[in-house]
């Protein structure tokens, strides 16, 4: 295990050469996240001594508690969706997490936690479509006979809805469900177009996303949060003649218009032939014209156009059944095509229980305080800027 000293591209392209490269793996959301706290600490493997080929690659966050005292030395760590490796390599995978276990004693971790894509299974559980995964059953026994834990704190989505990109558009859309295709045959009938969207449309992306915050309960951010993450990847977007070549990520707004008022949008996020649907935004006016149903199929157009093979649709339920929070959304997203991804979720490990413990305890009821704040000030912009 050796510490990455690199170039941004150097590490990206180091990427792209093992199994299954992620976004949030990238150089790039490492800085976005070193602007609010961060240290981003990334580091490799190799085959063997002082050869040039990487094995195994991990960009882990470092956040030291913001306390004195004996605190003072106590950080948190997160690997988000990583670390990057062949994971049914039992050899390389006991490696990587032994030395992720002495990094972070090194570093006074209270915990570290990871959540890489290891499939435990494909379907809705307990459907015609439901297919296990046996290498994932023995991930998660390595993780609990090593000592980590099913974290209570799932940083991502532990489920995802997955579009394979590869058959034609009529076999796309052959996939969908009956009602899917109607209603992006309706939006197409009633007006609704889409253009692709440009940095200078950042302030319109953000007071719709608010408004969707406020609609739906759930919190985001001060606006210069979105204006850096969203800005600088469209940014790069601009700047890449080659986007199916070029090793960075970057992204691109899709925006629904009727009579050219924006009602909706997407903002589409691209690495290693990949499309990710991070962000949505809608408003309330004209949703009888479906037109997020016309935004994901032109998203999906887009996506191939750019080279990418998959489209993830970045959510599904923990559990599907109508009570959960994402029951109506993973609807949605199943009638697009969708196939579930289930995958092993956050596992931490905590080298001191008695620290860990009463984090654990304290951090839930500051999160709902800093809920309840967010939820509050997000109202407040918005009616500001709305009056």
């Known amino acids: 295990m050796e510490r990455f000293t690199g170039s941004s591209n150097d590490w990206n392209s180091l990427l792209l050469d093992l199994d299954r490269p992620h976004l949030l793996q990238t150089w790039e959301w490492a800085n976005i996240k070193k602007d609010v706290g961060w240290e981003p ?34 950080s948190i760590l997160y690997c988000p969706k990583g670390p990057i490796m ?45 297919k296990l995964d046996v290498n994932g059953q023995d991930v998660v026994k390595e993780f609990n006979n090593l000592g980590w834990k099913m974290s209570s704190d799932q940083i991502q989505f532990k489920n995802t809805f997955s579009i394979d990109l590869n058959p034609s558009e009529d076999e796309l ?3 969908m469900k009956q009602k899917t295709r109607y209603n992006i045959r309706l939006a197409e009938k009633k007006g609704v177009t889409v253009r692709s969207g440009t940095t200078a449309d950042l302030p319109l992306l953000y007071k719709m996303f608010a408004e ?14 979105y204006q850096n993450v969203w800005g600088s990847f469209i940014s790069a977007a ?31 996020f691209f690495f290693a032939r990949r499309a990710y649907y991070l962000y949505g935004m809608s408003r309330e006016m004209h949703r009888e014209k479906m037109p997020n149903y016309l935004l994901q199929w032109s998203a999906m157009r887009r996506a191939r ?45 905590a080298p001191n229980p008695l620290w860990y413990n009463l984090y654990t305890r304290l951090i839930p009821r500051l999160l709902d305080m800093m809920r309840l704040r967010g939820r509050a000030q997000t109202r407040k912009t918005l009616s500001e800027r709305l009056a």
């Not at 490696?95 to 379907?123: A, C, M, Y």
């Open 305 to 349: 156009q750019v080279g990418c093979t998959s489209y993830d649709l970045w959510g599904a339920p923990d559990e599907f059944i109508e009570t959960d929070p994402l029951w109506n959304v993973s609807r949605f997203k199943e009638g697009l095509g969708g196939l579930v991804i289930r995958s092993v979720g956050a596992w931490d490990y």
């Open 86 to 130: 062949e994971w049914r390599n039992s050899g390389l995978r006991n490696r990587v997490l032994n030395d992720l276990q002495s990094l972070t004693r090194k570093n006074g971790g209270i915990f570290l936690k990871i959540d890489p894509e290891v499939i435990l299974g494909t379907g809705v559980p307990e459907s015609e479509d439901d």
């Open 238 to 268: 601009a700047s890449s003649e080659e986007k199916t070549s070029s090793a960075a990520p970057w992204a691109e707004p899709l925006i629904a218009e009727v009579d050219g008022e924006s009602v909706a949008a997407v903002i589409l």
């Open 41 to 74: 600490m990334p580091y490799l493997w190799r085959a063997s001594s002082g050869s040039p080929q990487a094995t195994a690659a991990a960009m882990i966050l470092k956040r030291r508690l913001p306390m004195g005292g004996l605190s003072a030395r106590l």
């Open 173 to 175: 859309l052959a996939a």
């Open 212 to 225: 969707t915050s406020i609609r739906d309960g759930f919190v985001i951010r001060d606006e210069t949060y």
